[in-house]
């Protein structure tokens, strides 16, 4: 595959999640199922359109991940990563954050 072919693609699949993300909040799982690529490439999409949505008066929103045990929310989170386990109750049983163009 050539650079720019390449560079298309991403743009293409990038537009995708936006497109998807413009109608619902979804996961980076929810996401890699419905363009079938893989969560790891979805984050890096996500990245991605987190810094470029402003050119387009659109913001990425995240709402973050939750503890299903004890409740704690990932607030201050910075990466966009789901977190291994709580900080609070170390359980790792945590609600995936999900995502959201507006
Ligand atoms: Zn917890």
């Known amino acids: 595959m050539t650079q720019d072919t390449h560079r298309n693609r991403a743009r293409t699949i990038r537009q995708h ?4 993300l413009s109608e619902d909040e979804m996961s980076a799982r929810e996401l890699s199922q419905a ?7 979805v984050y890096d999409h996500l990245s991605h359109i987190a810094r ?8 990425l929103i ?18 966009l990563t789901r977190p291994g386990r709580c900080p609070r109750c170390k359980r790792s049983h945590l609600q995936e954050p ?3 163009v507006s």
């Open 17 to 20: 999640i936006v497109d998807l």
């Open 35 to 41: 363009i079938g690529i893989r969560e790891k490439e």
């Open 52 to 59: 470029s949505a402003a050119a387009q008066r659109k913001r």
């Open 62 to 79: 995240v709402q973050p991940s939750r503890c299903l045990m004890c409740g704690y929310v990932f607030e201050d989170r910075k990466r």
């Open 98 to 100: 999900t995502y959201r």
